[in-house]
Nanobody
Framework: QVQLVESGGGLVQAGGSLRLSCAAT????????MAWYCQAPGQQRELVAV???????NYADSVKGRFTISRDNAAKTVYLQMNSLKPEDTCVYYC??????????????WGQGTMVTVSS
């Protein structure tokens, strides 16, 4: 069974940094795009950053220059380095991955979410 396990959230002051991790486990053949989303209370889940299997990245305008997405394909892990955090970055961060399982099934998976709170 494929799972995405997230870690690294917490409480930080404005201007601080956090690093999120998301590891994929299970019978995985390969992983295409991996991404991070943010969902604030009462809001829709929004894309923060995405990285292809080849390392091409794309970011939401609000985080460009502050956040960096990266991945370790051997470890099946995606990271989100968040610097210069602002109170408006406060939300639950979810990782998402386009995974083909060893049995051939391909689908998108979600992590359980990790809360990031930025105090002013």
């Amino acid at each position: 069974q494929v799972q995405l396990v997230e870690s690294g959230g917490g409480l930080v002051q404005a201007g601080g940094s956090l690093r999120l991790s998301c590891a994929a486990t299970g019978t995985i053949f390969n992983i295409e795009d991996m991404a991070w989303y943010c969902q604030a209370p009462g809001q829709q889940r929004e894309l923060v950053a995405v990285i292809t299997s080849g390392g091409v990245t794309n970011y939401a305008d609000s985080v460009k220059g502050r956040f960096t997405i990266s991945r370790d394909n051997a470890a099946k892990t995606v990271y989100l380095q968040m610097n210069s955090l602002k109170p408006e970055d406060t939300c639950v961060y979810y990782c998402n991955a386009d995974i083909r399982e060893s049995g051939g099934i391909r689908r998108f998976y979600w992590g359980q979410g990790t809360m990031v709170t930025v105090s002013s």
